[in-house]
């Protein structure tokens, strides 16, 4: 099995910066796409950024990052915006993914139960 962990949210003001963290741990051997998402309240969760490619509402803001060797993923998060505040999730697919299914939750295997990012304005 595969486990996910974030941490890394908290309360933040509209333009500060927060950085997420994901430590990835069991057979990670089998992942292959790795992904964050988000879910803000009495909303659908939505794909935020992967290795190829990003939501066009944090494109230039945010930046995803993998690190092979230390099993983590993160998610740098600048000029942040109130809009921004959701849950944050981290996801992992045991298949590679293209431009059609990347932004698909449906499609990532693993999750982890997220971290909690609020802005405030």
């Known amino acids: 099995q595969v486990q996910l962990v974030e941490s890394g949210g908290g309360l933040v003001q509209a333009g500060g910066s927060l950085r997420l963290s994901c430590a990835v741990s069991?057979?990670?051997?089998?992942?292959?796409?790795m992904a964050w998402f988000r879910q803000a309240p009495g909303k659908e969760r939505e794909f935020v950024g992967g290795?190829?490619a990003y939501a066009d509402a944090v494109m230039g803001r945010f930046t995803f990052a993998r690190d092979s060797g230390r099993n983590s993923v993160y998610l740098q998060m600048n000029s942040l915006k109130p809009e921004d505040t959701a849950v944050y999730y981290c996801a992992a697919s045991r298949t590679g993914l293209g431009v059609r299914n990347i932004r698909d939750p449906s499609a990532y295997a693993y999750w982890g139960l997220g971290t909690q990012v609020t802005v405030s304005s």
């Open positions: 290795s190829t």
């Open positions: 069991g057979r990670t051997f089998s992942l292959s796409n």
